[in-house]
Nanobody, 122 residues
Framework: VQLQASGGGLVRAGDSLTLSCAASGRTFRNYPIGWFRQALGKEREFVSAVNWSGDPKYYADGVKGRFTVSVDNDKDTVNLIIHGLKPEDTAVYYC????????????????WGQGTQVTVSS
């Protein structure tokens, strides 16, 4: 399983941004995909997760209503759309495969892709 996050960049507060997680390998559809983020000096935190069927979807309480996760099975990607970006959303965003355990903890995931940096200016 190989995962690669992309779509980050420097944006202004209030903008929207779409991050993509491109998946490859023979078995990637066996695992739901999760998004995490890690701000400078902070621990990696759960953002969202989704099964390749598109359901169920999980969100961290702090991002509900602003973040939307979706699956594009034609492109083998999982997208994370962020609306109303805030400076506190600044972080490196990672995607990973949910292997076992609780969906909202990093130790439940494997096959971490290289992250994509999102920087939100005020």
């Amino acid at each position: 399983v190989q995962l690669q996050a992309s779509g980050g960049g420097l944006v202004r507060a209030g903008d929207s941004l779409t991050l993509s997680c491109a998946a490859s390998g023979r078995t990637f559809r066996n695992y739901p995909i999760g998004w995490f983020r890690q701000a400078l000096g902070k621990e990696r935190e759960f953002v969202s997760a989704v099964n390749w069927s598109g359901d169920p979807k999980y969100y961290a309480d702090g991002v509900k209503g602003r973040f939307t996760v979706s699956v594009d099975n034609d492109k083998d990607t999982v997208n994370l759309i962020i609306h109303g970006l805030k400076p506190e959303d600044t972080a490196v965003y990672y995607c990973a495969a949910w292997i076992r355990g609780d969906y909202d903890v990093a130790r439940s995931y494997n096959y971490w892709g290289q992250g994509t940096q999102v920087t939100v200016s005020s």
